[in-house]
């Protein structure tokens, strides 16, 4: 398992996943998608877990993709990108289908992809305080492979009001928008989790997977051809002007040429 990503389980089955670039914010490169991918189907895989609770390791939870990540995909040959992006798109589709409830520990700030993996979570608990937002607009790309998950958590019109402005948003107003179940001081978070995760401790474990597994087949669909359209618009935003002047802007600590 890379150190970008930790996991540690209790004896009564409950799995803590945290992402580990706390010098970073959390930020996704390469490697650790690869790992919370691998780290999500090894903890399907387990009997002995019950819940996965997932974390991010230092002062946030995750600050969305490694602007360097990003970056390189300018240089990168197509087949380079969409590599890329799948790979991506591969994570968010692990967590998603976790036969395992899921349990989002949000705090400090959650940007871009990090909101779409709070958003794959069955219950996301925030601290009040925390600031989240779709920035991914301000750099010129736009927040493609998370949207089917971030729409099917807060439905359509509630994502268009914050989805492609880039606006950063309170954890009260995130609760309001379906992205978080509740919001809690920060002195009260791990009493919060722990409310979420003991109620799984008494149910049926192949119960609870086929309940979690009918409830996504009753919701809005996320098959390989919706994900196949979310890596097309993301590779075809990294390949735009915008895209390139935004992430160079961003680097040169300047405003991008569309910033009033």
């Not at 305080?129 to 736009?142: D, S």
């Amino acid at each position: 398992m890379s150190e970008t990503v930790l996991v540690r389980a209790d004896p009564r089955g409950v799995a803590t996943l945290t992402l580990n670039r706390p010098d970073k914010h959390n930020a996704l490169s390469a490697e650790m998608l690869d790992a919370m991918t691998a780290a999500a189907r090894r903890l399907g895989a387990d009997p002995a877990v019950r819940v996965v609770v997932l974390a991010g390791a230092g002062a946030s939870f995750c600050a969305g993709g490694d602007l360097d990540w990003m970056r390189a995909q300018f240089k990168a040959p197509a087949a380079g990108r969409v590599a890329e992006a799948r790979r991506l798109a591969l994570m968010l589709q692990a967590l998603n289908t976790l036969p395992k409830p899921l349990i989002g520990r949000v705090h400090g700030a959650a940007f871009g992809g990090g909101v779409g993996i709070a958003s794959v979570c069955d219950v996301a608990v925030g601290v009040r305080g925390a600031k989240l937002g779709f920035t991914e607009t301000r750099l010129g790309v736009i927040p493609a492979t998370i949207a089917p998950y971030v729409i099917a958590r807060m439905g359509e019109g509630r994502a268009r009001r914050v989805l492609m402005s880039a606006r950063v948003f309170d954890a009260d107003e995130a609760v309001r928008l379906d992205l978080l179940s509740h919001a809690v001081d920060i002195e009260d978070l791990d009493a919060a989790i722990e409310d979420e995760v003991a109620p799984y401790l008494v149910c049926a474990p192949g119960a609870v997977a086929a309940a979690k597994a009918l409830a996504r087949s009753l919701g809005p669909v996320i098959d390989e051809a919706v994900i196949a359209r979310t890596i097309d618009a993301l590779v075809g935003r990294w390949d735009s002007d915008e895209a390139q002047q935004g992430i160079a802007a961003f680097f040169e600590k300047r405003k991008a040429p569309w910033s009033a």
